[in-house]
């Protein structure tokens, strides 16, 4: 046997140990990754110290699904704020949000980014409360070769696919359809439809924001990411949700035609990023979003 081949042996041996804890009852995808979201990674310290008042706050705001990081390829730990997430999870469940799990591999090490998903997917609170659903962010290109790192980046995503129960619900999490266009180099080929058999849900970090500083730019730059997805996808139609940037100093109107272009390309699901950064007069443009089923969408390439 290969060393690929053993190391892919091992790896399936590792995602099949059972869990101590009862799998979750699977929701559907809708309800996990549909509507507004909002996001917390590892580095919001003020968030991760209050969870029950972030948690309050996103409900008031009219959050559906926080989302909410356990760790990356960097940290020394697969769950890096463990009792801190039990918390949140906790709180949000008491207040009728749904809780998604999110990961950043690196494929440099394919074992520990196995390991740190599946923690990932066992993770329990103290009071045995689990994730509603778990997503791969798809963005880290430590490995230079193309070609490895598609073929770790599906290994993985298969991997995960038969380690969760049932119909649980998983999304990917992957860099914007425009940004990938633009550059040419950063992820060539990257493989759209094949993601599309491991995971539920697409989220394309539709950064906006970035580059888009007027109401009908920042709708060009969404309609392309949805477009472009769609075309990358063709037959398949999968759950879209449209991250859009960071929330920080973003005019109502530049928000608007974000929010405007993710509704008439039928996403399902829409989000800032991050938490901290999304204001109340943001919360107050995402919640206009007219979201639902893509086959009546009506913008075209």
């Known amino acids: 046997m290969g060393r690929r081949a053993a190391c892919l042996a091992a790896l399936t041996v590792l995602l099949a140990i059972p869990a101590n804890q009862a799998a979750p009852a699977a929701l559907p995808t809708a309800a996990v990754y549909g509507g507004l979201g909002s996001w917390l990674d590892i580095f ?132 914007s359809p425009v940004g990938i266009r633009r550059h040419r180099h950063y992820w060539p080929g990257f493989p759209y439809a094949a993601l599309t058999r491991s995971f539920d849900a697409i989220l394309p970090m539709a950064y906006f924001s970035h580059y888009a500083h007027s109401a009908q730019a920042a709708y060009a730059y969404a309609h392309d990411a949805m477009t472009l997805l769609r075309a990358h996808t063709a037959g398949r139609q999968p759950f879209v949700h449209m991250i859009g940037g960071s929330g920080k100093n973003i005019p109502a109107a530049t928000l608007a035609g974000f929010v405007r272009a993710a509704s008439e390309c039928g996403a399902q699901g829409i989000s800032l990023y991050a938490f901290p950064q999304t204001s109340p007069a943001d919360w107050a443009v995402l919640r206009t979003a007219s979201l639902g089923d893509p086959a009546r969408a009506s913008c075209v390439p």
């Open 44 to 175: 919001a310290d003020d968030a991760w110290s209050s969870p029950a008042a972030v948690v309050a706050k996103a409900r008031a705001a009219g959050v559906r699904t926080l989302y909410l990081q356990t760790s990356n390829y960097r940290q020394g730990a697969g769950i890096a704020r463990p009792a801190a997430l039990g918390r949140f999870v906790d709180a949000a469940h008491a207040a009728g949000l749904r809780v998604v799990a999110w990961y950043l591999p690196g494929f440099a090490k394919p074992g520990l980014d196995a390991r740190r998903t599946l923690a990932a997917l066992r993770f329990r609170s103290a009071t045995g409360e689990a994730f509603d659903g778990f997503a791969l962010d798809i963005e880290a290109s430590v490995v230079r070769n193309v070609a490895v790192r598609n073929t770790r980046l599906l290994s993985l995503a298969a991997l995960l696919r038969r380690a969760a129960p049932g119909s649980y619900p998983l999304g990917a999490i992957i860099p």
